[in-house]
């Protein structure tokens, strides 16, 4: 197995993780966190391919990912901002009580 | 072709497991502890890649701001009184799990079909953080205003939602 496969692969399964958590937990905070274990698999794609990619010399895919731990923290910021102001709202982070349907 | 090296199964374990105990664990205390190990693992992940601008990036950013942040959300949402099973008894887990193996499945089967995966190339030197800093200034100057106005409005506007039912109510 190249080294390429490898970070690859270790990605794929991140990203299968952070999905599997985003789609079968209840509280919001772990849905947040399975997204950004997802933002993090794709972070780890774009340095495997800066650095096993056939078209190295340019640091584009560290740039890229640079760029993209600016966006997920600005992300994990709001996205954390608006779970504290729908807890003021209805006094829950249960996903399963914030659907609007009646209990 | 060149092996991969022992380190990197040792980290890629470590994010692994990390991430697994982060979306499995009961208490979410112990969650946010264990998505701050999978983010470290992460960022020593970078660092063996030989990004080390990245990795010390991630490690700041990661386990320094997020991971923090997500315990101070988790505490002031009283998470600690999860009474609440974490997965629901609806047949939504198991076609939450079903949906992330398929992906899982496509996405390692697409690694091991692809051409790009079996050319050997040349290792790209690692780049030092002088060259990161040129290229940033010179080619990417555009791109790095505009996140840092991104950074700054997100920053007010985080600020301004978590704090507006507390002005509503004075």
Known sequence: MTPLAGCLLVSSMLFAVGLAGALTRRNTILVLVGIELMLNAANLNFVAFWRFGPHNGASTGMIFGIFSIGVAAAEAAVGLALILAVYRHTKTTDLSQLTGRPQ | MSLMSATFFILAAITLVGACAAMMLRGLVHCALAVAIAFAGLGTLYLNLGAQF????QLLVYVGAIAVLI????????????????LSRAALPITGLLVAACIFAVLAWAVFHSFAVHSAVPLAAPATVRELGTVLMADYVLPLEVIGLMLTAALIG????????KQATQ
């Open chain 2, 54 to 57: 990245l990795g010390l990036a």
């Open chain 2, 71 to 86: 315990v101070f959300v988790i505490l002031l949402t009283r998470g600690g009184d999860s009474d609440s099973p974490p």
């Open chain 2, 158 to 165: 985080a600020a301004i939602i978590a704090m507006r039912e």
